[in-house]
């Protein structure tokens, strides 16, 4: 980490800015060019104890006209960095993508940024406010399922369900749940059945993913469902695609307690996926 962070403050310059050495908090001001720049943005991360070889930074992207489809597009891209480059320093990585996608911006005929916008921090938890008018929608994703199985599997057997540890980190709550799966008639049975238990179905989102090996074909079968937790159904498959896990279904069913978490949402939501596959 310290290699890094002196080469980071080398190659940016006054760019680079050190928030608090102690708690390994960095931020960085990137534009589309050096002069007079159109576009800008502020990274700022945190390093973890784990940073780079077992845990990715714990980042923010700030910009006043950053926000929805945009910051979950570039969240995105930094992910795929960092599942691409597993165990290695990745921040100038980061940097230099971000800038990429300013200058994108740039070269593009869109107009400005709005700087009468409201310039305080964007976080990107756009349904973080779902609880207060949260009407289940699993039904709608087991109705997606229907047209994908067979009524000959109508006595299809319900596989063991396990829970995972539960995970909280300021009042919100985040478990996963896991089940060997073969057909996809077996996903809606477990699915229906957690549905059943009225702890689970009054969670904020339950986001899963299933990965079913077809043998006779050698492919994959695989699905997943975000329930208004914009990108993590995908996460949460990317994850177990990286752990080549095959013939399982994971739910994470995440409870909000009112705080906004911020991209450390993704972070728990996955750990709880990990650690329940690992067991």
């Not at 089940?179 to 339950?206: D, F, G, M, W």
């Not at 995908?234 to 013939?247: F, K």
Request: glycine share 4%; with cysteine.
């Amino acid at each position: 980490q310290i290699d890094e962070i002196e080469a980071l403050s080398s190659i940016y310059g006054e760019e680079w800015c050190v928030v608090d050495e102690d708690e390994k908090i960095y931020c960085i001001k990137i534009s589309d060019c050096l002069d007079q720049p159109k576009w800008t943005l502020c990274l700022q991360v945190i390093l973890p104890p784990g940073y780079p070889t077992a845990e990715p930074p714990i980042y923010q992207l700030n910009a006043p006209w950053l926000q929805g489809q945009e910051y979950t597009e570039l969240a995105n891209s930094l992910e795929e960095i960092y599942v691409q480059n597993l165990g290695e320093s990745i921040l100038y990585l980061w940097v230099e993508k971000i800038r990429e996608v300013l200058i994108e911006k740039a070269q593009s005929s869109g107009p400005e940024p709005d700087v009468k916008k409201n310039s305080e921090e964007v976080d990107e938890d756009d349904g973080e406010d779902f609880l207060l008018e949260y009407e289940p929608i699993q039904e709608d994703s087991i109705k997606t399922l229907n047209y994908m199985t067979s009524e000959s599997q109508e006595d299809e057997e319900l596989p063991p369900i396990h829970h995972g540890n539960p995970i909280t980190d300021r009042r919100s709550t985040f478990q996963a749940h896991l089940a060997p799966v073969v057909t996809t008639r077996q996903v809606k049975r477990v699915l229906e059945k957690l549905y059943e238990n009225k702890k689970i179905a009054s969670a904020t989102h339950n986001i899963y993913a299933y990965r079913i090996y077809c043998e006779d074909k050698q492919t994959f079968l695989q699905d997943c469902e975000d329930d208004g937790e914009t990108a993590a159904g995908g996460r949460l498959l990317h994850l177990m695609q990286i752990l080549n896990v095959h013939n399982v279904l994971v739910v994470v069913s995440r409870w909000y307690g009112g705080i906004l978490l911020g991209p450390d949402r993704f972070k728990h939501i996955n750990n709880c996926a990990r650690n329940i596959l690992v067991e």
